[in-house]
Structure formats: C-alpha cells, structure tokens
C-alpha cells in the first residue's frame, strides 16, 4: 500500500475521530461505542471456529459482540434514565451471558469451549475500555478532553516510535513478537506523547489538570499503548494473521488502529483515579 494512500486514509480517520469525539458527549459516546463494536466484530472473525453453518457463525459473532459491549451497555444503565429503554437490561444480560454456552450445544463446532471463552475474553479484551470510552462523556463535561487526549497521546507515541525508531533503532525490543519495535524507538514513543500531554495542558485547561498530572497520563498511555501493541501483535501472530481486517487502506483493521489506545483506557482511567485521586474518575465505574 502507497504512503500516499496510507496517508490520506490516516488523516480522514483521524479527523472523523477528532471531530466525533469534540462534537457533543453523546456523540463522543456514540463514536467509542462503535468502534468497540467494530473492534469486537473482528476480533471475533478472527478467534471463533468458522466450522458450523453460514447462519449459526454469524450468529455466533453477534453473540460476542453483544456480550463484549454489555459492560458499556451496562454502565449507561445506571446514569439516571440517559436510556430509559436500557433500564432492565441487567436482567437480560446473564440469560444472554449463559445463552452463548446453550447456542455452542446445538451450534456443531469443533471446539465449542474454545469458542465461549474467547467470546468472555472479548469483553475483558475490548469491552471493558468500550464501557470506560462510553461512560467517560456522558458523567463529566471534561470526559470528551480527556478521551482525545488519551488518543492523542497514543497516536503521538506511535508516530515517534515509527519516524525514530525507523531511523535510529537497533536494539530488538521484542522480537519473538514484533520484529521491528526497537527500544529506541519505544523511548522516542515515550517522549513524544509526554510532548503531547504537556500541549494537553495548555489546550484543555478545562480538564483541571496540573503539568505533572498531564506528563504522568503521557508516560502511562505511551506505556501500556505499545504493551497493547505487543498484546495484539501476540493475538495475531498466534493466529498466523498480518492484520485484523482491511476497512481501513494502509492501517489494516479497527482492532489495528486501536489496539494501543483500548489497552491504555484501562490504566489511564487507574492513574487518574489512585495516583492523582480525582473525584471525576470514580463516577466512571460506579
């Protein structure tokens, strides 16, 4: 694939992001529902066993999706009527969490076990940060700064990792898993998304955060970004994949393009709630 091609399709995604995220809370909620969405549609086209019917595989990815986004679905249920639709949905979550077990005995796959478990890792995986990204704007003004923040962060990580690590890297971070990552380029992805948290501080003043706290949050997502990187790079390597899906030309698939971002969500939102003791964060769980 082109760099042009790459490019142009990096900068459209990352407007949409952008753009979503600042517009309104329910729009940001609504754009990080999706993408949990999308990210649980792949991941589950890639770990479930394809060797039922047509019709019984599809019903089982839908399965998991609708299991993996119950944390965030679940969440929303308990802010004071934002959904009043979804205020018996608790109820209905465990029948579905117990149904996956019942479609597996009648679906004929060759490991039905196999199949529900990694249809319960998709929730701890993708559907837990989902549930943290939808929750986040919809419990506090500053939730939709905060999340592009995160994302910027990430995204600024992995551009000096790449740029850097492409031009000055030597040393194997991670070979076995990831060929390419280099600890030059790891310390160059450290520095550029504590840059970023440090213009974070100037552009979000409304988020209330001190120097520290911004440099802190920079370190943690860059951190625990590229450790989601290796994650997924483990995920598919285990599969014999390149790539999770193609719907993004030049950038693979969702789960591609969020893999680092959903697995610092969960660490971002630790650190600001234990480590800075922020009033705002705990509202996010409970």
Same mark, same amino acid.
């Given at each position: 694939?082109?760099?042009?091609?790459?490019?142009?399709? !990096?900068?459209?995604?990352?407007?949409?992001?952008?753009?979503?995220?600042?517009a309104?809370?329910? #729009?940001?909620?609504?754009?990080?529902?999706?993408?949990?969405?999308?990210?649980?549609?792949?991941?589950?086209?890639?770990? +479930?066993?394809?060797?039922?019917? *047509?019709v019984?595989?599809?019903?089982?990815?839908?399965?998991a =999706?609708?299991?993996?986004?119950?944390?965030?679905?679940?969440?929303?249920?308990?802010?004071?009527?934002?959904?009043?639709?979804?205020?018996?949905?608790?109820?209905?979550?465990?029948?579905?969490?117990?149904a996956?077990?019942?479609?597996e005995?009648?679906?004929?796959?060759? $490991?039905?076990?196999?199949?529900?478990?990694?249809?319960?890792?998709?929730? =701890?995986?993708?559907?837990?940060?989902?549930?943290?990204?939808?929750?986040?704007?919809?419990?506090?003004?500053?939730?939709?700064?905060?999340?592009? *923040?995160?994302?910027?962060?990430?995204?600024?990580? @992995? &551009?000096?990792?790449?740029?850097? !690590?492409?031009?000055?890297?030597?040393?194997?971070?991670?070979?076995?898993? #990831?060929?390419? $990552?280099?600890?030059?380029?790891?310390?160059?992805? &450290?520095?550029?998304a504590?840059?970023?948290?440090?213009?974070?501080?100037? =552009?979000?003043?409304e988020?209330?955060?001190?120097?520290?706290?911004w440099?802190? %949050? !920079?370190?943690?997502?860059?951190?625990? !970004?590229?450790?989601? @990187? +290796?994650?997924? #790079?483990?995920?598919?390597?285990?599969l014999?994949?390149? @790539?999770?899906?193609?719907?993004?030309p030049?950038h693979g698939?969702?789960? /591609?393009?969020?893999?680092?971002?959903?697995?610092?969500?969960?660490?971002?939102?630790?650190?600001?709630?234990?480590?800075? /003791? @922020?009033y705002?964060?705990?509202?996010? %769980?409970?």
């Amino acid at each position: 694939m082109s760099l042009k091609t790459r490019t142009i399709t !990096g900068l459209a995604f990352g407007a949409v992001m952008i753009a979503g995220t600042l517009a309104h809370p329910f #729009s940001c909620a609504g754009l990080y529902f999706l993408v949990g969405v999308l990210c649980l549609w792949e991941y589950s086209g890639l770990v +479930l066993k394809q060797d039922s019917t *047509a019709v019984y595989n599809n019903i089982r990815r839908i399965f998991a =999706v609708l299991l993996g986004v119950a944390p965030a679905l679940l969440i929303v249920n308990t802010m004071s009527g934002t959904f009043p639709l979804l205020v018996d949905y608790v109820f209905w979550f465990f029948p579905l969490l117990f149904a996956s077990f019942l479609f597996e005995l009648f679906a004929a796959s060759s $490991k039905p076990f196999e199949n529900i478990a990694f249809s319960m890792l998709g929730i =701890v995986y993708i559907g837990i940060p989902t549930a943290l990204l939808v929750s986040m704007p919809l419990t506090d003004a500053s939730g939709t700064k905060v999340i592009l *923040a995160i994302l910027l962060m990430v995204w600024a990580s @992995d &551009v000096f990792a790449y740029l850097l !690590g492409s031009k000055i890297g030597k040393h194997k971070m991670f070979p076995r898993i #990831s060929p390419k $990552k280099t600890w030059e380029g790891t310390f160059s992805g &450290v520095i550029g998304a504590i840059l970023t948290g440090v213009l974070c501080f100037y =552009v979000f003043p409304e988020v209330r955060f001190q120097l520290w706290n911004w440099i802190v %949050l !920079g370190a943690v997502c860059t951190i625990f !970004g590229i450790l989601g @990187d +290796l994650v997924e #790079s483990m995920l598919k390597r285990s599969l014999g994949i390149k @790539d999770s899906g193609t719907i993004l030309p030049g950038h693979g698939g969702f789960l /591609d393009r969020f893999d680092a971002f959903i697995f610092a969500v969960p660490f971002a939102v630790f650190t600001m709630k234990v480590v800075f /003791d @922020d009033y705002r964060f705990q509202q996010w %769980l409970f």
